[in-house]
């Protein structure tokens, strides 16, 4: 079990807004000592050493050094952005930047003699413009997950399969993806259910349904029925939706979960003997 203290201090780190890839912090008062570190999961208890929240110092030194020298890490903080921003504000600006006559990105195609479409406000583009935003907002919080879980596949079973001879692709295929089940599992299972709940996106982009109901989702026709004073079928929706992730990630678990390479043996019928008896 997670200490409460470790807790605390999570919420104190993301209470001073700490992204990072910034480097180890100096807490004044951190009450977790060099044991309840340890019981801590393995990720957590990295963060925690990153940030500066463990009384071991070489530790910390030592896990800050790795996460500097590993290049794959410098994402990190890009990749934060995404997550430390609010969806609301993410959605105003994204309606700014898809405005059929001012947009940014309209204003981009522009320069190469493309004329582009009414984002928000023509029914074959509405939903497409929320799918990209959505897109752009998971893809921060994947890439720290994947980050993460390259992190746990150790190098040297790569290197004893390129002295086999074995490819990139096969590397990647019967080492890395296994390895990765439980990162993948969990990404998808994260982003299957913030996309069946999707909600604020179509709220804020399109006014709440968009041209002839076209970014309408499962979330907003909930809020939509409850505003209308149709509980009844709000609640039926609401055990819909809940059955549908539960579905889907049952779905998601029978796919992605870790397997077992090894083949089960079949146990053989003993027959007696003709003519002896027991």
């Known amino acids: 079990a997670v200490p ?7 919420g104190e780190i993301a209470a001073r807004g700490v992204q990072f890839g910034t480097g180890p912090l100096e807490l004044e008062e951190v009450d977790l000592d060099h044991e309840s570190l340890l019981e801590l999961p393995s990720f957590l208890r990295e963060v925690l050493v990153e940030l500066g929240g463990a009384e071991d110092p070489e530790l910390a030194g030592e896990v800050a050094a790795e996460w500097a020298a590993d290049e794959d890490l410098a994402l990190t903080p890009a990749a934060a952005l995404t997550l430390v921003t609010s969806i609301v504000a993410v959605a105003v600006v994204w309606r700014f930047l898809l405005k059929d006559d001012t947009g940014i990105i309209n204003v981009a195609l522009g320069w190469f ?13 509405s939903m497409p413009a929320i799918i990209m935003m959505a897109v752009w907002r998971s ?5 720290v ?6 992190q746990g596949v150790p190098a040297s079973l790569h290197e004893a399969a390129a002295l086999d001879g074995a490819n990139a692709m096969q590397r990647l295929r019967l080492i890395t993806v296994p ?3 439980p990162t993948l599992l969990f990404g998808a299972v994260l982003t ?4 069946l709940q999707l909600f604020e996106e179509p709220l804020v982009m399109t006014n709440g349904g968009g041209p002839l109901n076209s970014t309408l ?8 029925q409850f505003g209308f004073g149709n509980y009844g079928i709000a609640s039926a ?3 819909l939706l809940f059955l549908a992730i539960v579905v889907l990630t049952l779905l998601q678990f029978r796919l992605l979960s870790e397997r077992d390479p090894r083949p089960r043996k079949k146990a053989r019928k003993t027959t007696a003997p003709e003519g002896s008896t027991r």
């Open 4 to 10: 409460w203290q470790a807790l605390e201090l999570l």
């Open 113 to 125: 003699g493309i004329d582009g479409p009414n984002w928000l406000g023509d029914p074959h583009w």
């Open 139 to 143: 893809m921060g919080t994947l890439i």
């Open 145 to 150: 997950i994947f980050l993460a879980g390259l």
């Open 179 to 181: 390895i990765m089940r």
């Open 192 to 195: 299957g259910i913030g996309y």
């Open 217 to 224: 989702s499962v979330s907003l026709y909930i809020y939509r």
């Open 237 to 239: 929706m609401s055990y």
